[in-house]
């Protein structure tokens, strides 16, 4: 019976969780859902019972799609910036606070002049936002103190499911960088951000590097799950550092681009590469640095990729079909390119990259008479991906200078955009065709623990891209004009982005 590596994604709305062989073939998959509770406006939580449920759900249903398989290693990828705090009996004390949480803006502002943005920069690599564990746990030391008072352990979302599995306390760089509590050039937890923030040591678990062994299943768990007690599980890694293992994306040849719902842009670097003015964020890879192999990536990120096409579809077009997608790209396909003088501004929930504006707003600009929903979708897809290459000018100022884009999420299985990509940013492009990524670059750790594999050799290995699609010089030179009305659109309004005042009470 041949060895299988199980990874698990714990992700923003749901868990996949996969099975794959030692050459990279994906045997069986699956996925459980779980929701986001939005307790008051600007609040996003989740429950950690939640999570372990779905877990042991989709582990079960993919022992029923393959039975026989022998389970040889756990390895672990997971949303990243996420809090749950946990007791001296180890219970969750609160439910898990996740990324888009957006109640510790003034907690934001808080870390971020008592460091001093510089300062900060130099020690996380990255700007602290809403939403990432640095801000949250301050936002509950000031608002919930009678709480604070009792947490034992903070973790972030993949680390406590690993302790559901094995029962052990542990973190990975990766993960770690993303709570804004590390040093990124020692790899460890920072004296000075736990000083600062009130943090004791013993309240955040060990780091242990990304593809190490982190323990082991307990019989308790395996009982749940249904598997053997004893399986080794690794450490793991943050989502986006899983989803470039799985991509292929270890070294500076290649940029990934993900078009989900939100957009990001990774590109892997060889040392702590910071911008000085805080538009990307720069955060330990889940490999160790050692000559050759890029220990970190930039990453640059956009808020309303996907679903800005979502929003199209849902509240503009009111479109409900399974083929509604399919017939959006189709509209937009026989559309010239520049959807005839229309412009789409993508910040529906504000934009990170390389705005970092949380008033910016969405626009439509040049709207006729003779526009038709065919435009519309066509200046969305144009604007995201104009929104995309705005992040990707930022890592070449840095100094990015990548031959190929591999593309990954829903916008890798669209033709037209693939293209769009390719002409806009002028470089060929590869659609990665392996999915659920940031499983796979789970089950990469997980064969690395086990001491099997080597996971920067493996991930080029495993990845699966088709055709690359080379840029059309002509279009590429138009886009680069329609790009510079798409920056001057923003810079003529950010200051206006602020909402007009809303009717009062008892007006209709």
């Not at 399919?326 to 010239?336: I, P, R, S, Y």
């Amino acid at each position: 019976m041949s060895e299988h590596w199980l990874g698990i994604d714990l992700g923003t709305s749901s868990v996949k969780v996969l099975l794959a062989t030692v050459d990279g073939a994906v045997v069986a998959s699956t996925a459980a859902d779980y929701p986001i509770e939005q307790p008051q406006p600007g609040r996003a939580e989740q429950s950690p019972e939640a999570w372990w449920r779905a877990t042991a759900g989709a582990i079960k249903d993919l022992r029923a799609k393959a039975p026989s398989a022998r389970i040889t290693a756990i390895g672990l990828s997971g949303q990243m910036h996420g809090t749950v705090l946990l007791d001296a009996r180890r219970q969750s004390l609160a439910p898990a606070v996740i990324w888009p949480d957006r109640r510790s803006q003034q907690q934001v502002t808080e870390i971020t002049e008592s460091l001093g943005a510089q300062r900060l920069y130099a020690i996380t690599g990255s700007p602290v936002s809403t939403g990432f564990q640095a801000a949250t746990v301050r936002w509950f030391q000031a608002h919930a103190p009678a709480l604070w008072q009792q947490v034992s352990m903070i973790l972030l979302p993949k680390d406590y499911l690993r302790f559901r599995l094995t029962g052990e306390f542990a973190a990975d760089p990766s993960d770690a960088a993303g709570a804004l509590l590390l040093d990124e050039e020692r790899r460890d937890w920072s004296d000075v951000l736990l000083t600062a923030l009130g943090i004791r040591r013993d309240q955040l678990p060990p780091i242990l590097p990304s593809g190490a062994l982190a323990g082991t299943l307990t019989t308790e768990a395996a009982h749940v799950l249904g598997l053997p007690a004893g399986i080794p599980v690794a450490t793991g890694a943050a989502d986006t550092a899983c989803s470039a293992l799985g991509a292929g994306v270890v070294d500076r040849s290649r940029l990934l681009l993900t078009i989900s719902t939100g957009g990001q842009l990774v590109q892997p670097c060889h040392a702590v590469e910071i911008d000085t003015r805080g538009r990307i964020h720069t955060f330990c890879s889940a490999l160790a640095p050692a000559p050759g192999q890029a220990g970190w990536y930039q990453m640059g990120a956009i808020l309303a990729a996907g679903l800005s096409l979502r929003w199209l579809r849902d509240q503009v077009l009111g479109w409900q079909t399974h083929s509604a997608y399919e017939q959006m790209t189709l509209l937009a396909a026989d559309v010239a390119p520049g959807a005839d003088g229309l412009l789409f501004l993508p910040y529906l929930i504000g934009e990170r990259t390389p705005h970092m504006d949380a008033t910016a707003r969405g626009a439509f600009y040049g709207l006729t008479l003779a526009h038709r929903q065919a435009h519309l979708v066509r200046a969305v897809m144009e604007g995201v991906t104009f929104a995309a290459y705005d992040a990707y000018s930022v890592l070449c100022e840095l100094g990015a200078s990548s031959q190929e884009i591999v593309l990954a999420g829903g916008g890798a299985r669209s033709t037209l955009w693939q293209q769009l990509v390719a002409d806009v940013f002028g470089i060929a492009v590869a659609p990665l065709q392996t999915a659920e990524q940031s499983a796979l670059g789970a089950a990469i750790l997980a064969g690395t623990a086990a001491g099997v594999l080597d996971a920067a050799d493996t991930a080029r290995r495993w990845a699966r891209y088709g055709a690359a699609l080379q840029p059309d010089e002509r279009r590429h030179a138009f886009y680069r004009q329609q790009l510079a009305a798409f920056r001057a659109l923003y810079t003529r309004n950010s200051g206006h982005f602020e909402p007009p005042m809303a009717a009062q009470p008892g007006i209709t």
